[in-house]
């Protein structure tokens, strides 16, 4: 359901064309509702994004925050771990079978 989709505040920025520190003032002016997700993960109803959006109280910003490679790096790990770490299981397996 589209009501329960959460974003990230970066996410939040990119919809809205404004900084990730005036997303943060938004949530301390109580604009927005922030939630965390196990205590650690900073997230907002995408619905509430998208009404704050249409409802032109927000103005955009020409700011834009660079998806740097070290973010790149490190968001390719977080989806990709899981994959690595099977494939490496294979290529030793393969090694014991071929060799053992």
């Not at 990230?8 to 404004?18: D, F, I, K, N, T």
């Not at 003032?25 to 927005?32: F, G, M, P, Y």
């Amino acid at each position: 359901m589209a009501s329960d989709q959460y974003i990230s505040v970066r996410e939040a920025a990119q919809h809205l064309g404004v900084s990730e520190k005036r997303i943060m003032d938004l949530i301390e002016e109580e604009q927005l509702t922030a939630y965390r997700i196990a205590n650690q993960f900073l997230r907002l109803k995408k619905t509430d994004v998208l009404k704050l959006q249409t409802s032109g109280s927000v103005e955009p910003e020409s700011v834009q925050q660079p998806y740097t490679w070290n973010e790149k790096l490190l968001d390719f790990f977080y989806f990709n771990d899981f994959y690595m770490v099977c494939a490496i299981i294979i290529a030793i397996l393969i090694y014991i079978i071929v060799h053992g």
